[in-house]
């Protein structure tokens, strides 16, 4: 049984970096056979210097992200199967650790383990890739006071997690999954709700939008679309990278906030088309759905896991003495991939059913199609997005439609709908 386990594990795995590598090769030969060449429908939208640029940039991303998968597989596999995480098992009970300490100490070494293993990796990305084409702004100091408080962070909400989830699994039965579920949800609301203005000022600055045009059109749109949040607030996001853009949080009320690199590149009526599009996720609760998906899928998880910790052949196929929750916890993080890998087509093609709908809600709420248009031009311009993504690819890896379809859907709206979004 060892042996199928074992080879069952190889087997999934070995197709999904099969997979996605091709995909990723794919992507890059189809980028680097394009040229530097504007595509047709950005003529005139787009200059050349930018397209070379963009192509330049997705093919040094394409390739450090080859050779970052090619390190996670690489580790992944010594983790399993080097006998690593038996031994750090076996260490642990030898000091005398047990039940919730055990628990708690073998998960957040595996995590130390995996976080400094990828660190140089977030080091070349930040000052050698993105510094290259003039995106990195942060300071090594800043850098690592970011790690910093991040390391400590994930120590003040994980540390009591990992003991809460014990503390269900020790005592609540067979059914301590669904006691951990409801647990879990509740903590992950809860952190919704607190992280605008606990967690985010950590790491960011941020200020209300100031009085004057554009927080005049935005709160204008925001209160003829019925739309209440708890205010419009710019980000320092300039402080670390040239990349632009802008989210919300919260659900019932939530808190716009905006990039200052995005409100220095963008008109008002630019400003308000990007906005707007937000407003047409809320307002076609896209953020509820995915909120109540990505639930189910938790659930999900947990079931299986439950599943998994009684099953004493997943543990001997790996190494460990005997079943246990520290044990289950770990090879599903590491392995758990390889058998849901096949529904991120899914998961990117319903996401970009949402965008096109969010777009569709910006042009009737923003009245200004031919500013949606240009403010998604000028985030692709720059952010230096990939102009010639393979479409197999975008298939599978992109939340959002490129830009040419998001374009193509904009322009092939109904005539009436145009008028009155120009009206």
């Known amino acids: 049984m060892t042996q199928l386990v074992t080879g069952l594990f190889l087997a999934f ?5 099969a997979v996605e590598s091709g995909l990723a090769l794919a992507n890059l030969r189809h980028v680097a056979r394009a040229g530097d060449a504007v595509p047709p429908p950005l003529a005139g939208r787009l200059d050349p210097d930018t397209a070379r640029r963009s192509r330049a940039y997705t093919l040094a991303r394409g390739r450090f992200g080859l050779a970052q998968a090619a390190w996670g597989t690489a580790v992944t596999l010594a983790l399993l199967f080097s006998g690593v995480l038996p031994a750090l098992d076996a260490w642990l009970a030898g000091r005398g650790l047990g039940g919730a300490h055990r628990f708690a100490a073998f998960l957040a070494a595996l995590a130390a383990a995996t976080a400094l293993l990828d660190l140089p990796f977030s080091l070349y990305s930040t000052f050698a890739l993105e510094q290259r084409f003039g995106f990195n702004r942060a300071t090594p100091a800043l850098w690592l006071k970011d790690r910093l408080k991040g390391l ?12 809460a989830t014990y503390g269900f699994f020790a005592l609540t039965g067979r059914a301590w ?10 903590v992950q609301i809860a952190l919704v709700w607190l992280y605008p203005t606990l967690i985010a000022p950590l790491f960011n600055r941020f200020a209300p939008l100031p009085e004057g045009p554009l927080r005049a059109r935005l709160e204008e749109m925001a209160r003829q679309a019925g739309f209440a949040t708890r205010g419009l607030y710019v980000m320092d996001a300039s402080r670390r990278s040239g990349h632009s853009n802008a989210y919300f949080t919260g659900f019932f009320r939530p808190r716009i906030v905006l990039f200052d690199t995005l409100v220095a590149q963008m008109t008002v009526d630019e400003t308000a088309a990007v906005l707007a599009h937000e407003i047409g996720h809320y307002q076609a609760r896209h953020v509820h759905r995915r909120l109540a998906l990505g639930l189910g899928v938790q659930l999900a998880s947990l079931a299986a896991l439950a599943w ?27 392995g758990g991939g390889a058998f849901t890998f096949f529904l991120a087509p899914l998961s990117s093609f319903v996401s970009r059913r949402h965008e096109y709908e969010a777009d569709r809600r910006s042009v009737a709420l ?20 990939n102009l010639h993504p393979h479409p197999w690819y975008s298939a599978w890896h992109y939340s959002h439609p490129t830009l040419l ?19």
Do not use: D, H, I
């Open 13 to 17: 795995f070995l197709a999904q970096l």
């Open 177 to 186: 999954w669904l006691w951990l579920f409801a647990f879990l949800a509740a």
């Open 366 to 385: 923003a009245r200004a199609p031919a500013a949606l248009a240009s403010a998604l031009v000028k985030l692709n311009r720059e952010n230096l997005s």
């Open 152 to 163: 400590l962070l994930a120590a003040a909400l994980g540390l009591p997690l990992l003991y």
């Open 405 to 423: 379809e998001r374009l193509a859907a904009l322009e092939a709206l109904p005539a009436p709908a145009q008028e009155r979004a120009g009206a």
């Open 308 to 334: 998994l910790v009684r099953w004493p052949p997943l543990f001997q196929a790996f190494g460990f003495a005997a079943p246990s929750l520290e044990a289950a916890v770990a090879l599903a993080s590491l």
